[in-house]
């Protein structure tokens, strides 16, 4: 609240002229809280809180704003039901910690055409992504990967599961990694229930407005989840990126041959079925049980 305040003069109580106080920090904040968390109309704040529908109204565009700001992380939207809808795609882990959110598609659109828009590996092929080094089966890598279905192209940066795996060691594969795909769905079961604002219908919010509060929920959920994080759970730090110097003498052609370069990594198929493979040695090897 305080930070939200600081940011944002909206949020400091005035008095008028009468010398009489206006409304609080308080109150604003608490009523975008629960059109967020209830997704209420702005009007059934009134009795609650004492503040009229357009106060709320604005004090919810005001918090989404600020909350974005401070705390910043990252035609006709018609969906499969026939209403209109927008897509979220994210990135989650085990702890249900959201790292990377694209939001603002239509609800037409397939995975595919999502992740084409999506700016998720547009840190990679510019060459400023942190730096991912890791071992599996001798072979050195340094780009990571994300879990995906077999509705994803087969990049390097993805790997898929398997359709009809033959043998235990495919199928061992295909369970462990069925099992942490679904993390991301845990993190959509539990984002949902606690902003039920966005379940509902948009009302008349504009899309800006619509970006900042799917923003600011994703946010916040990534602050519950930090505070009520274990003590105990083991966190690998991670290093920053280097920010790569300017060379305002380098060829120009040089660096776009470098970033089609990474490109054509991200998207070597090759390297997708060699990475997999490699997995799915690896887990039999390592964490296989007695079942096979």
Same mark, same amino acid.
């Given at each position: ?6 940011h ?5 109580q ?12 308080c109150?604003?904040i608490?009523?975008?809280? +629960?059109?967020? *968390?209830?997704?209420?109309? *702005? ?5 609650y ?41 994210? $990135? *989650? ?25 999506? /700016?998720l590996?547009?840190?990679?092929a ?8 890791? $071992? ?11 879990? *995906? ?9 993805? !790997?898929?599961?398997? /359709? ?13 990694q ?5 993390? !991301? ?17 948009? +009302? ?6 619509? /970006? ?21 759970v083991? $966190?690998?730090d ?5 920010i790569p ?36 040695? /690896?887990?039999?090897e ?7």
């Open positions: 609240m305080e930070s939200i305040q600081q944002d003069n909206y949020f400091v005035k008095v008028d002229a009468l010398g009489r106080p206006g409304l609080s920090t109150q604003k608490t009523a975008a809280m +629960r059109i967020l *968390a209830y997704g209420v109309a *702005a009007d059934s704040t009134d009795e809180i004492k503040i009229g529908e357009s106060t709320a109204i604005e004090s919810l565009k005001r918090f989404c704003r600020a909350v974005v700001e401070v705390f910043g992380w990252a035609g006709q939207y018609a969906g499969r039901s026939g209403k209109p809808t927008i897509i979220l795609e994210a $990135v *989650a882990d085990y702890e249900l910690w959201i790292w990377h959110a694209y939001f603002g598609l239509p609800g037409s659109n397939n995975d595919i055409n999502v992740l084409s828009k999506s /700016h590996f547009v840190n990679l510019n060459g400023v992504a942190p730096t991912t080094n890791y $071992v599996i089966q001798e072979k050195e890598y340094t780009m990571g990967y994300y879990l *995906a279905d077999g509705i994803y192209p087969k990049w390097a940066t993805l !790997v898929q599961t398997i /359709h009809n795996p033959q043998g235990p060691k495919k199928k061992y594969f295909v369970a462990r069925k099992s942490c795909r679904k993390d !991301v769905e845990r993190a959509f079961g539990v984002l949902q229930p606690k902003w039920t604002i966005i379940t509902g219908p948009a +009302r008349v919010w504009s899309k800006q407005v619509l /970006h900042d509060i799917m923003t600011t929920c994703i946010i916040m959920h990534n602050m519950i989840i930090e505070d009520e994080r274990e003590l105990n083991p $966190v690998t991670y290093r920053e990126a280097l110097d300017v060379e305002m003498a380098r060829d120009e052609h040089a660096r776009f041959q470098e970033f089609l370069a990474r490109h054509r990594k991200i998207k070597d198929k090759s390297a997708h079925y060699a990475l997999r493979d490699a997995l799915i040695d /690896h887990l039999w390592e964490y296989s049980n007695s079942e096979y």
